[in-house]
């Protein structure tokens, strides 16, 4: 019963708040043999409510270092969501994928919302359809990634597999405190182009860097100082017949700390 009443919570908040999401870790730079713990976060301009642990909505829960990847484990209903040990040296992935989740907001709202994050293809598609007054009913899906820095090597461009993936070019760590971030984005291993990609700063959201990945999926993004970093994209297609929805969506993001 009480898991039954977390998952009705969470979902609730899901449907209520803003759409961006991401991995909050107890440090971004852990040493050897620690214990991070995973927080997840849903919320507007990097302040988040948190999603605790619920079981049937996780995909994929996972740590990967140069090694093989393992699972980061956690209770139903706990927040933060997970804890990841940290085996060896070197750079880790932490990722979350989800299922989805299902989700209906108003016509004008959900107009909004395709404004905000960079699908005018999909209102062009809802107007052609004479549906701009509809409302939007979609299923969305979350493939999210922390990127730590233990001492060691420093391999980190192996994707996850996510179905949609954001993959720097390069180790944003190596940028020490501020520089230019070549990104790759890929929907269902492959490049994708013309997708809206934002970075935000937690101590300046309001001053976002925004870039379209050209045709080979590349977007470079300008990082102006250090500190905590969310890069997001999203990528929305027309929903199978079957789906009981018309539209599905999948938010990638990555987090990372550049030492100040």
Known sequence: MRFAV???????????????????????????????TVALRVG?????????NIPPLIDRFVIRGSNAERPVVGRAGADPAGIAFIAEGGLHWIGYQ??????????????????????ERIID???????????????????????????????????????????????????????????????????????LVVAM??????????ARTDAKGRVTLPLAHAGFWLIKAVHMEAAPADAGVDWESWWASITFELPK
């Open 125 to 195: 598609a809802r107007k052609k359809n004479g549906q701009s007054a509809a409302p939007g009913r979609e299923r969305f899906y979350r493939c999210a990634k922390a990127l730590l820095e233990t001492p060691g090597a420093a391999a980190f461009d192996a994707p996850l597999g996510f179905t949609l993936e954001l993959v720097p070019r390069k180790n944003p760590y190596a940028m020490k405190t501020a520089g230019k971030l070549p990104l790759a984005l890929t929907f269902r291993g492959k490049p994708i182009a013309n997708v």
């Open 98 to 119: 989800s299922n989805p989740y299902p989700v209906a907001l108003e016509g004008p709202k959900f107009e909004d919302y395709l404004r905000d994050e960079g699908l």
């Open 44 to 52: 507007q301009k990097l302040a988040g409510d948190p999603l605790p």
């Open 6 to 36: 977390a998952l009705f919570v969470a979902l609730v908040a899901i449907r209520a708040s803003a759409h961006d999401f991401w991995i909050e870790p107890s440090t971004f730079h852990p040493a050897v043999g620690d214990r991070v």
């Open 201 to 210: 700063n937690k101590e300046d959201p309001a001053n976002a860097v925004r």
